[in-house]
């Protein structure tokens, strides 16, 4: 039976392991690489920022995991979420079911952190996923038609005043 290494994670973290493991590795190794991640895509977040101006599409940022299945020899995706870790018994459980590895790269990503700080967190726009992006597009666009439609100067200013 092969070994098991499971990479939890699905951004550069898990994607770099996946990558660097498969260039060292070979078929002859008795190993399998399985990748568990609650997203089905790579995003390249380096270019986020140009989608959210509109410089980029959305899409144009995501690359699908599972096509990596076919370029890479034993490797597998599994799209659930992990529930729990069980570290003493080499176990980890997801919303689909329960796998027990050999060797085990944990590369979930990161959280904001507002630093317990209220006003930040209540009135700022993160920039992390697709969905924030879309968000601070949305808020521009829609600051930039209320300027446009208003004769006040503060207002106006206000309405086209960002802080990055």
């Known amino acids: 039976m092969n070994k ?15 990558l660097s493991l498969s260039k ?3 078929n002859t190794q008795n190993l399998d ?3 568990i991640s609650n997203s089905e895509y790579f995003l390249f977040t380096p270019l986020l920022h140009e989608a959210t101006t509109g410089e980029l599409n959305h899409q144009s940022l995501l690359y699908p995991i599972e096509k990596f299945e076919s370029k890479i020899p034993n490797f597998k995706f599994v799209h659930t979420k992990v529930t729990a870790l069980d570290l ?28 317990g700080n209220e006003n930040i967190k209540n009135n700022s ?15 521009i666009l829609s600051n930039l038609e209320k300027a446009n439609d208003t004769l006040e100067s503060d207002e106006k200013r206000s309405l086209l005043t960002f802080v990055i």
Do not use: P
């Open 88 to 115: 003493d018994n080499d176990k980890i459980v997801t919303e689909k079911e329960t796998f027990f590895y050999d060797y085990l790269v944990i590369a979930l990503g990161s959280q904001v952190n507002y630093y």
């Open 33 to 35: 690489i399985i990748l």
């Open 24 to 26: 060292k590795l070979d």
């Open 125 to 139: 726009l993160t920039l992390k996923n697709i969905n924030d992006s879309i968000k601070i597009k949305a808020h």
């Open 4 to 18: 098991k290494i499971f990479i939890l994670g699905s951004g550069f973290g898990g994607i770099s392991t996946l």
